[in-house]
């Protein structure tokens, strides 16, 4: 089990930045692949990136490729999503996720982004 807390959401507009946080608490960080996903109104939830246990590698979706930066702090066990060069259909609430795979995935209650135009 790990508890998932978003944070630094807001409202901004087009061109800004914003940079995400979400702390882990529970079973040992590193046990884990952490993600970040997104859900639009009327939307499905989709897939925005990713990175490993180590944090060596990570993952985007090609919306975001180039523009967010996904990282995480094992001490503070913390991931981040820095996004830059924010669009207004970047807007939805954010979520962080924490996959424990094949035991478990967790999910944070989100916090919402909201770029305007």
């Known amino acids: 089990q790990v508890d998932l807390v978003e944070s630094g959401g807001g409202m901004v507009q087009a061109g800004d930045s914003l940079r995400l946080s979400c702390a882990a608490s529970?079973?040992?960080?590193?046990?884990?692949?952490m993600g970040w996903f997104r859900q639009a109104p009327g939307k499905e939830r989709e897939y925005v990136a990713s990175i490993d246990k180590s944090g060596d590698t990570t993952y985007y979706a090609d919306s975001v490729k180039g523009r967010f930066t996904i990282s995480r702090d094992t001490a503070k066990r913390t991931v981040y999503l820095q996004m830059n060069s924010l669009k207004p259909e970047d807007t939805a609430v954010y979520y962080c996720?924490?996959?424990?795979?094949?035991?478990?995935?967790?999910w944070g209650q989100g916090t919402q982004v909201t770029v305007s135009s």
């Open positions: 529970g079973r040992t960080f590193t046990d884990y692949v």
């Open positions: 996720n924490a996959d424990w795979s094949p035991y478990g995935v967790y």
